[in-house]
């Protein structure tokens, strides 16, 4: 028995510590953190106040906030801020879940 609880324990916290991932669709070239990424599935994981977006070999890293909102987002969306012609990344809305990843320190030229 105290064999069991010990196990468990160690997976309780192995799994409150581990990062948060998502999937997300981009359909158009998306700009994160100054790079542009090609439309496509990508993988997001969340740890510590960043965000890394990638597939593949290709990724990049930004400052997020993850934010709480009172009601479930129906699906996954993704905002934009659209400037100089190009699809600057805000948020990402989890659908099925009430979190939020807002980017931070996003280039605001173009506004």
């Known amino acids: 028995m105290m064999k069991f609880l010990l196990s468990f324990s160690v997976l309780a916290l192995m799994v409150a ?13 998306s700009v994160v953190a100054g790079k542009e990424l ?10 510590d106040g960043k965000a890394v977006i990638g597939h593949g070999k290709n990724s990049v890293e930004a400052a997020v906030k993850v934010e709480q909102v009172e009601n479930k987002f129906t699906s996954t969306s993704v905002r934009y801020r659209n400037g100089d012609g190009k699809y600057t990344l805000q948020e990402i809305r989890i659908g099925n879940s009430n979190t939020k990843l807002v980017f931070q320190n996003q280039d605001e030229r173009g506004l």
């Open 17 to 29: 510590s581990a990062a948060d991932s998502y999937r997300i669709t981009l359909y158009q070239p």
């Open 38 to 47: 090609k439309a496509g599935d990508y993988k997001v994981t969340v740890k």
